[in-house]
């Protein structure tokens, strides 16, 4: 896991590809509105030297849409990605404030637009001031248009109705990242005109088992904790969550130790659960 042949590299290969012509830096911090936490402001307080801000809850999404950051047309992203001075070439490296939530977001949708030259810096923004990387504050230097060219691979994304045939026909194994509490339905949702409970069929990983201190677990924990919910070479697999973000960290670690593509459901709950879609069923209880 130290070249962009994986989707995760270390502080130490960023420190030293940094200022690779190639290379462009992602702060792809995006917080829960619990967290408290404003992502644009602590950019400008301190990012790795270089990088530029990816917004994919407002610039990077689908502002028709009534669901949160939903994935943008080919059209938008690529307006976007090239007013980040993105190329088709460039090797893409993402990060964030919190370690490792929001940067597998924003590298799921670099593959789900068609670009395989992306990774994620694990441990994100914390891993990289540990080990002595330096900082550089204020708004993001200027770039020169880039000239990327988004195509969608549908392999990397699902539809509600995508997802219901899929459960259906159990010709996919389908995982939701949110906690235990909110997969059983015995903690309500957040959102407002949401039902509690899960797709019934789905299966629950907790995305903070991945995860350890900020980082990815070691290899081994993520290979069991997949294999046990059901995520196996050659099966194909979905993963959900609230929203499309924690969901890309399944995806993500699927990529990273089984070589496994895992589609993201990119509606997840803020779609399925909504109490005006009683064509979604819902389950309690455990998987």
């Known amino acids: 896991m130290r070249t962009t042949t994986s989707p995760l590299i270390d502080a130490g290969w960023l420190n030293s590809h940094l200022s ?3 290379v462009i830096v992602l702060d792809a911090s995006w917080y829960l509105p619990a967290q408290n936490r404003d992502a644009e402001l602590e950019f400008l307080n301190g990012h790795i030297p270089g990088a530029v801000r990816f917004d994919f809850d407002e610039r990077f999404a689908d502002i028709s849409s009534t669901l949160p950051h ?13 007013a980040l001075g993105i190329k088709k070439d460039s090797r893409i490296i993402i990060y964030d404030g919190a370690g490792i939530f929001a940067a597998p977001r924003a590298w799921w949708m670099f593959r789900a637009m068609g670009h395989e030259a992306v990774a994620v810096l694990d441990g994100g923004l914390p891993a990289w001031k540990s080990t002595g990387g330096p900082l550089e504050t204020g708004p993001e230097k200027p770039r020169t248009n880039g000239d990327f060219l988004a195509t969608l691979d549908r392999r990397w994304v699902r539809s509600a109705k995508e997802v219901k045939a899929a459960l259906e026909t159990n010709s996919a194994t389908v995982v939701d990242a949110r906690s235990a509490a909110r997969f059983s339905g015995t903690e309500q949702e957040a959102r407002p005109g ?9 299966r629950n990983l907790p995305f903070d088992r991945l995860l350890k201190d900020g ?67 819902v389950a309690t209880g455990g998987d």
């Open 194 to 202: 949401l039902r509690s409970g899960h797709m019934p069929g789905s």
């Open 215 to 281: 980082r990815y677990a070691d290899a081994e924990i993520l290979k069991e904790a997949l294999r046990d919910t059901g995520i196996i070479p050659g099966h194909p697999a979905i993963a959900s969550c609230g929203s499309g973000v924690t969901a890309s960290i399944i995806a993500l670690a699927a990529e990273a130790v089984l070589q496994q593509q895992v589609a993201v459901y990119d509606g997840a709950w803020a779609e399925w659960g909504q109490t005006s879609r009683p064509d979604l069923p």
């Open 70 to 82: 939903m994935l943008p047309t080919v059209e938008r992203f690529t307006q976007e990605a090239c």
């Open 20 to 22: 690779a012509p190639d």
